[in-house]
């Protein structure tokens, strides 16, 4: 989510416009990855089972936060073709600003999975406020 994040900052400092071409590929692929994480928890962590799936999500909210971010991306993912985007206009772009949502409850999932050592969630965490900050548009001097 960082690199999909990161491709209009690097676009604007960089003048790398090719970079806008990958950015679906690059959300599509964290979606990707988020499925592939969702199905490990619910296959080898609670080997199916739908009441203690239920009861996990329930009781920790770390995997409340997790599911609700994934919850949260599926009609990202859905309303990336160009067809979806054409046909929902300027409320395309509204929507995928949930994506800033997505990477915050991301980054908490992560930070309060972590048991001991919480630099790496920290890092990522610090890395989407940059980029976050990096969005708001830069203030006329003087």
């Not at 928890?41 to 936060?65: C, N, P, Q, R």
């Not at 979806?84 to 949502?101: D, F, Q």
Request: hydrophobic share 55%.
């Amino acid at each position: 989510m960082i690199l999909t994040l990161a491709i209009t900052p690097l676009r604007r400092f960089t003048g790398w416009n090719w970079l806008a071409r990958h950015r679906r590929t690059i959300g599509l692929v964290t979606f990707g990855y988020a499925c592939l994480h969702l199905s490990m928890y619910i296959g080898l962590d609670m080997f199916f089972d739908v009441s203690d799936i239920v009861e996990d999500v329930a009781e920790h909210l770390y995997i409340t936060v997790g599911m609700t971010a994934f919850l949260l991306m599926i009609p990202l993912a859905v309303t990336s073709t160009k067809g979806a985007i054409r046909r929902m206009g300027r409320r395309w772009k509204k929507l995928h600003r949930l994506v800033w949502v997505v990477a915050a409850l991301g980054t908490i999932h992560f930070l309060w999975a972590v048991k001991k050592d919480i630099r790496e969630p920290l890092i990522y965490a610090g890395i989407f406020a940059v980029l976050f900050l990096l969005r708001f548009p830069r203030q006329a001097k003087g």
